[in-house]
């Protein structure tokens, strides 16, 4: 009788424990489904002009860097992207921080950043994309393919090397595609 109950003790906490795993999955892949393809945005830039993913060029893969003024492992990857500016210019690139359009300015005045016309600094100042892209750490990374579909993110520092290397392949990838 003792082995009986502890039976379907073990049995019942064992389907609980399963159910409660599918339940918290499903979760998981929902909220990953809001930005498993661009988001959608409405952003100011740091001309003040409002920015929409639908003015993103399309058939390009995307970049987009969560970035803070002023944090030193952001400071170095922005920098790192600064100098190699050549070797971004196949992908666009939105960075995106919770800071007004004032600070983004003066943050790029100082560490001498210029952006190319295929980079956009935007102030997420409620926080949208940073929400929906559910970041938890500054620097955070999230490369789109040219169809707007997440293909990598990175949490945290990653090497400007290991990330171009990442979207040479990538591109290469896209190219052999399109010689067939």
Do not use: H, W
């Amino acid at each position: 009788m003792k082995k009986a109950i502890i039976l379907v003790i073990l049995l019942s906490g064992i389907a609980f424990t399963v159910f409660f795993l599918l339940k918290t999955n499903r979760k998981y892949v929902k909220r990953k489904a809001d930005y498993a393809k661009i988001p959608s945005f409405c952003l100011q830039s740091i001309d003040n002009d409002t920015v929409t993913e639908q003015m993103l060029q399309k058939n390009i893969s995307t970049l987009f860097v969560f970035f803070e003024p002023g944090c030193d492992l952001c400071d170095t990857e922005i920098k790192e992207i600064n100098l190699r500016k050549n070797e971004f210019s196949a992908f666009q690139i939105v960075f995106f921080t919770l800071q007004m359009p004032e600070t983004i300015r003066a943050y790029l005045e100082e560490i001498d950043f210029f952006p190319d016309k295929n980079m956009f600094f935007l102030a997420d100042e409620n926080a949208e994309l940073y929400t929906v892209m559910e970041v938890k750490s500054s620097p955070s990374v999230f490369i789109y393919n040219s169809e707007g579909v997440l293909i990598k993110q990175f949490s945290g520092p990653v090497q400007t090397e290991t990330l171009l290397k990442y979207l040479s392949e990538k591109l290469a990838v896209r190219l052999r595609g399109a010689e067939r």
